[in-house]
Nanobody, 119 residues
Framework: QVRLVQSGGDLVQAGGSLRLHCAAS????????MGWYRQAPGKQRELVAR???????NYADNVQGRFTISRYNANNTLYLQMNSLKPEDTALYFC?????????????WGQGTQVTVFS
């Protein structure tokens, strides 16, 4: 019912920047919170940043001050601006969305996009 399509992952040198994009489409009444998560090899998926429907944001401590999450509600898009990238930011990044659909609220995930930071 809700499809999240991601783009923007790449290979970048440490200190560089990337911008991730996530577009939501499908049949839903509204989208509440949206977020970015990441999963490095051999590690659990972790929250990177989250933004509510009221634009309240929170960040993981290790990205605070370097990453910025934003959303454009008119076309249901989510962004993650990543600056001052470090090798430890290397991971598969996923967006998610809490959407109100017929039947209730559910959480949906994007397909993942690879970010690789080399020193």
């Amino acid at each position: 019912q809700v499809r999240l399509v991601q783009s923007g992952g790449d290979l970048v040198q440490a200190g560089g920047s990337l911008r991730l994009h996530c577009a939501a489409s499908g049949r839903f009444y509204s989208i509440n919170a949206m977020g970015w998560y990441r999963q490095a090899p051999g590690k659990q998926r972790e929250l990177v940043a989250r933004i509510t429907g009221s634009d309240i944001v929170n960040y993981a401590d290790n990205v605070q001050g370097r990453f910025t999450i934003s959303r454009y509600n008119a076309n249901n898009t989510l962004y993650l601006q990543m600056n001052s990238l470090k090798p430890e930011d290397t991971a598969l990044y996923f967006c998610n969305a809490e959407a109100i659909v017929l039947g209730g609220q559910f959480t949906y995930w994007g397909q993942g996009t690879q970010v690789t930071v080399f020193s």
